[in-house]
Antibody, heavy 120, light 112 residues
């Protein structure tokens, strides 16, 4: 059974870069059938796409965040990562990593989520 | 990128059936059969309940069903149970953006 686990700092200062890593277990990130995604949820609000990546490195970003987002993959470690630069309080959210079936657009497995607070 | 439109809240009594709507346009919900639904309990990650409009993943109760008519997709929960109380989100493919996926705003289901 595939499992995903987010890791990274829970507190980031304004204007700095938020960095998170998602470790995939129980399956290979290079399997080729799926994409690997980041989705966030501000407190009390709905889900928002950040973007997703294929094991080959192809990336797809939400235009509203594209100028600040970088998603990368490390197949040797079975991990993928998120960097969000120039953060503000509006970037405070629970960040989820998830396995995404791009062909039909559904997310089959999610990490537990990690709360990242942007505050000085 | 506009979110799909869902009612903010719906409610029902145990045993009843409820329907949650997800309204989009011909560029998303109406144009493609790539609508999915997620259930999210407080403090938990979302869980896939329906994919490709009406397909249920293995392990999801058959009390959950999905459908689509025109630009509106629907999630119906029959035989409502207390454990169904949660937030529900729809998602769809969209051709109106360079990023091809969009979520609905979410619906809070209360079991009375």
């Amino acid at each position: 059974q595939v499992q995903l686990q987010e890791s990274g700092p829970g507190l980031v200062k304004p204007s700095q870069t938020l960095s998170l890593t998602c470790t995939v277990s129980g399956g290979s990130i290079s399997s080729g059938d799926y994409y690997w995604s980041w989705i966030r949820q501000p407190p009390g609000k709905g889900l928002e796409w950040i973007g997703y990546i294929y094991y080959s490195g192809s990336t797809y970003y939400n235009p509203s965040l594209k100028s600040r987002v970088t998603i990368s993959v490390d197949t040797s470690k079975n991990q993928f990562s998120l960097k969000l630069s120039s953060v503000t309080a509006a970037d405070t959210a629970v960040y989820y990593c998830a396995r995404f079936y791009d062909s039909s657009g559904y997310t089959t497995h999610w990490g537990q989520g990690t709360l990242v607070t942007v505050s000085s | 990128q506009s979110a799909l439109t869902q009612p903010a809240s719906v409610s029902g009594s145990p045993g009843q059936s409820i329907t949650i709507s997800c309204t989009g346009t011909s560029s998303d919900v109406g144009g493609y059969n790539y609508v999915s639904w997620y259930q999210q309990h407080p403090g938990k990650a979302p869980k896939l309940m329906i994919y490709e409009v009406s397909n249920r993943p293995s392990g999801v109760s058959n009390r959950f069903s999905g459908s689509k008519s025109g630009n509106t997709a629907s999630l119906t929960i029959s035989g409502l149970q207390a454990e169904d109380e949660a937030d529900y989100y729809c998602s769809s493919y969209t051709s109106s953006s360079t990023f091809n996926w969009v979520f609905g705003g979410g619906t809070k289901l209360t079991v009375l």
